[in-house]
């Protein structure tokens, strides 16, 4: 089995292309020999070129989070060939939708109840009982 | 010129990859030579063969909504080539646990509400007073944050998540544009 020129194993995507894994192997740091499914997603998906070239194009502190990102999509397009990963964002947006219309639904009820409870509470101060305002100065209750 | 089997116009596809188009093109149906952009995203990303790949492995009936979908990761990290797609699945998430949230407080304060509500009501003979005609011991409308979350996307996306730090993480150190980007927000 051939080897890099320091000595490692070679990355997942090298033996997954049969070929010599070099020191700048820019598929390396993102996808180790130790875990051959995440090459293996991103390059049934995209093809290796592909996420070469989409990993050249970003700087080198962002290759982590590109590749991680990849392997996401490509696994979630693998689960589901049709969706991908834009059928948990039709989920996500009609979870925030109902979630938002049930909040406001919910908001109304408070405020009913809270409105209520303002006017319960006017009346036990304030009793007015149609015009008859002499009945209620005797009962002693009525605070104009 | 180029042209198609019934001497229209060649496909965006086929137009981009500078080749005939044929009767029967995998792409003509899907890529309109008036979206020439849709193809040359989908082409950027993904790679014409591995799209006649994906689209072969799928039903006629299955590959207008692949190739939407595809057309829209494609387009998702051509604008951020970082998260791509998951930018915004982030963001939204966020959504939804902010909401879930607010919507947790207001069960709280519905729950308090109605018990006040219950107790005035029995303790105040007076007629004077409103009451909600549904029920004076209010009840949550939704279940707890916990099962909502057992609920969510059916199971798919419950038991498929995303085991990665994200962007737009509390701390605001998200580096791509800002949120809502990444062509998220959009419905399939």
């Known amino acids: 089995m051939s080897s890099s020129a320091t000595g490692t194993s070679r990355c997942a995507a090298c033996r997954n292309q049969r070929r010599r894994c070099p020191t700048d192997c820019i598929f390396s740091p993102h996808f180790p020999s130790t875990d051959p499914e995440r090459f293996d997603a991103v390059h049934r998906i995209y093809g290796a070129s592909k996420v070469a070239k989409m990993l050249e194009e970003i700087p080198p502190e962002m290759r982590g989070p590109a590749a991680n990102a990849l392997h996401f999509e490509a696994k979630c397009r693998i689960r589901d060939p049709v969706y991908g990963c834009v059928g948990i964002i039709s989920t996500l947006n009609e979870e925030i939708r109902d979630t938002g219309t049930e909040l406001a639904k919910l908001r109304a009820r408070v405020a009913f109840l809270a409105s209520g409870a303002q006017e319960r509470q006017l009346g036990q101060d304030y009793t007015i009982v149609d015009d008859h305002w002499t009945e209620q100065q005797q009962i002693g209750n009525v605070v104009l | ?188």
């Open chain 2, 1 to 188: 010129m180029y042209s198609s089997g019934s001497y229209n116009s060649p496909c965006a596809a086929c137009k981009f990859l500078r080749r005939k188009c044929m009767a029967g093109c995998i792409f003509a149906p899907y890529f309109p030579p008036e979206e020439p952009q849709k193809f040359a995203n989908v082409h950027k990303i993904f790679g014409a063969s591995n799209v006649t790949k994906l689209l072969n492995e799928l039903l006629p009936h299955q590959r207008e909504d692949a190739v939407n979908s595809l057309a829209y990761e494609a387009e998702a990290r051509v604008r951020d080539p970082v998260y791509g797609c998951v930018g915004a699945i982030s963001y939204l998430q966020r959504q939804v646990h902010r909401l879930q949230k607010e919507l947790d407080a207001a069960n709280a304060d519905l729950i308090r509400r109605g018990y006040d509500t219950y107790n005035t009501n029995n303790s105040n003979s007076s007629s004077g007073g409103m009451v909600d005609p549904l029920n004076t011991m209010q009840v949550p409308i939704q279940p707890s944050t916990a099962q909502r979350q057992q609920g969510l996307g059916g199971g798919f996306y419950q038991s498929f998540g995303i085991p990665y730090p994200l962007p737009w993480s509390n701390d605001h150190h998200h580096v791509n544009g800002p949120e809502g980007e990444g062509g998220g927000g959009g419905n399939m």
